[in-house]
C-alpha cells in the first residue's frame, strides 16, 4: 500500500493533511472522491451484470446439451482443444544410446547443446530426421 492509499484510509492522518485546506477545497474533494465512487460502483455493476449474463448462456448451453443428449466428453472429443500443431521434430541425435528428437526451433535443448559442443558442429551440421 502506497503512502497515499494509507493517508486516504486512516482518518487522523487525513485529518492532519487537510488542516491547511479550506472548506470549499475539501468540499471539492470529496466531491471528485463522490464522482469516482459512483464510477467505481457503475464499473462493478457492469462487470456482475457481464458475469451473470455468461453464467446464465452456460446454463442455456448445458440445457441444451441435456435436452439433446450431448455429453460434455462426447463434446470435447469433437472440438480441437489444441490451438497450435506440433511441429515435427528436425533433427536428431543419438546420445548413450538413447535418440533425442529437436523441431530446431525455440530454445536449444541441453542434450543437443552438449552435442554440438562435444563435437564441435553447429545447428546446421547436427543429423536431420530421415
Do not use: C
Amino acid at each position: 500500500m502506497t503512502d497515499f492509499i494509507k493517508t486516504l484510509t486512516r482518518k487522523n492522518s487525513l485529518r492532519k493533511q487537510v488542516q491547511e485546506l479550506g472548506v470549499a477545497e475539501i468540499e471539492k474533494v470529496m466531491s471528485d472522491l463522490t464522482d469516482i465512487l459512483e464510477e467505481r460502483r457503475a464499473e462493478e455493476a457492469a462487470q456482475a451484470e457481464a458475469e451473470a449474463a455468461k453464467v446464465a448462456a452456460i446454463e442455456a448451453i448445458r440445457k441444451q446439451m441435456m435436452e439433446s443428449g450431448v455429453a460434455l466428453e462426447e463434446l470435447a472429443e469433437q472440438v480441437d482443444s489444441s490451438p497450435r500443431k506440433s511441429v515435427k521434430a528436425k533433427y536428431v541425435i543419438k546420445v548413450d544410446g538413447e535418440e533425442h528428437f529437436w523441431s530446431g526451433r525455440g530454445r536449444t535443448p541441453v542434450v543437443f547443446a552438449d552435442y554440438m559442443k562435444d563435437n564441435g558442429i553447429s545447428k546446421d551440421q547436427l543429423p536431420t530426421v530421415s
